[in-house]
């Protein structure tokens, strides 16, 4: 059973992450240029604060010090509190009018990982980076690319034990996995970790066909398996580390963009959504599309990384 949270509609919701200080949930509206926040218990009437940005933000997360790390359409930055100014912390060359900043978290070592998107999705020159910004006798942070070759970079999530990175590129309906060494901070033997039904022609939301979706943000419990949210799929699907499907669970909204694990116990499964851009006739048999969904589930997630500097 689902529940959506009151006041958390968005154009396009992304990269939720539970806040265990503050016992809040976080997340982005892409579109809407803004970072939300809920204060107070989640429930019925549930609060939520709006902070506006200059530009899109693809991803955040929590900095240890304080405030949040954020990707912005042409780089990464830091706000040392809600509200406060962003410092540009790191930039990438790339075409910000047609390029920007999208999918990302922190792992465990408190490296900032962020992919991007080709908003043309004439070409795959997405990119992952990674920004190490951790403070050794005031050096400068480093932004390293670490993975190419995609057209609209997401569900980056990173195993239990370190030693797997998982990056999907949506359009191409695929989920790549690599080895991953965390403290060299390296990745080797680049393989599909699951590819997934391409779109049929002709199919609309709604119709006859059956479609499952296209593999948007993702995150991976304590037991390894990764959840990922299936865009125009209605649904999320989890995954066992060798790729195989474990579950799928059906949503009330066409398009979920990503999931996180949150609460006290870290299972109440959060899953953040899309409306802009939707077909009327969705939206009306949808009126949750937009909105934060919540699910009480038996597997507890990872608590969020923090963003160390």
């Given at each position: 059973?689902?529940?959506?949270?009151?006041?958390?509609?968005?154009?396009?919701?992304?990269?939720?992450?539970?806040?265990?200080?503050?016992?809040?949930?976080?997340?982005?509206?892409?579109?809407?240029?803004?970072?939300?926040?809920?204060?107070?218990?989640?429930?019925?009437?549930?609060?939520?604060?709006?902070?506006?940005?200059?530009?899109?933000?693809?991803?955040?997360?929590?900095?240890?010090?304080?405030?949040?790390?954020?990707?912005?359409?042409?780089?990464?930055?830091?706000?040392?509190?809600?509200?406060?100014?962003?410092?540009?912390?790191?930039?990438v060359e790339h075409d910000a009018r047609t390029m920007r900043f999208n999918d990302g978290k922190c792992d465990a070592l408190g490296r900032f990982w962020a992919g991007t998107i080709n908003e043309a999705k004439d070409r795959?020159?997405?990119?992952?980076?990674?920004?190490?910004?951790?403070?050794?006798?005031?050096?400068?942070?480093?932004?390293?690319?670490?993975?190419?070759?995609?057209?609209?970079?997401?569900?980056?999530?990173?195993?239990?034990?370190?030693?797997?990175?998982?990056?999907?590129?949506?359009?191409?309906?695929?989920?790549?996995?690599?080895?991953?060494?965390?403290?060299?901070?390296?990745?080797?033997?680049?393989?599909?970790?699951?590819?997934?039904?391409?779109?049929?022609?002709?199919?609309?939301?709604?119709?006859?066909q059956a479609y499952g979706g296209r593999p948007d943000g993702a995150t991976v419990d304590a037991q390894g398996d990764y959840w990922v949210a299936m865009f125009e799929g209605a649904q999320l699907v989890r995954l066992s580390p060798s790729g195989e499907p474990v579950a799928a669970l059906a949503l009330p909204v066409q398009c979920p963009t990503m999931p996180c694990f949150g609460g006290d116990d870290l299972k109440t499964l959060f899953v953040t959504s899309a409306r802009k851009g939707r077909p009327e006739a969705e939206l009306a048999r949808q009126p949750d599309a937009g909105k934060v969904l919540a699910t009480r589930v038996d597997a507890p997630g990872l608590p969020v990384s923090f963003f160390e500097d």
């Open positions: 059973m689902w529940t959506a949270l009151d006041n958390s509609l968005s154009d396009l919701g992304e990269s939720p992450f539970w806040h265990p200080l503050e016992r809040s949930l976080y997340w982005l509206d892409i579109p809407g240029r803004a970072v939300l926040r809920t204060r107070g218990e989640i429930g019925s009437g549930t609060a939520v604060e709006r902070w506006p940005l200059p530009t899109e933000p693809g991803c955040m997360a929590p900095a240890r010090s304080g405030g949040l790390v954020i990707a912005l359409r042409d780089g990464i930055y830091r706000a040392r509190e809600w509200g406060g100014a962003l410092a540009a912390i790191a930039r795959p020159n997405a990119a992952l980076y990674c920004l190490d910004a951790r403070s050794d006798g005031g050096a400068s942070p480093i932004l390293s690319q670490m993975a190419s070759h995609a057209t609209t970079a997401n569900g980056l999530a990173f195993s239990p034990d370190a030693r797997t990175l998982y990056w999907a590129d949506t359009p191409a309906h695929v989920v790549r996995a690599w080895d991953w060494d965390a403290e060299g901070n390296t990745l080797s033997h680049a393989r599909v970790f699951r590819q997934f039904e391409a779109k049929p022609e002709g199919w609309s939301s709604g119709g006859a």
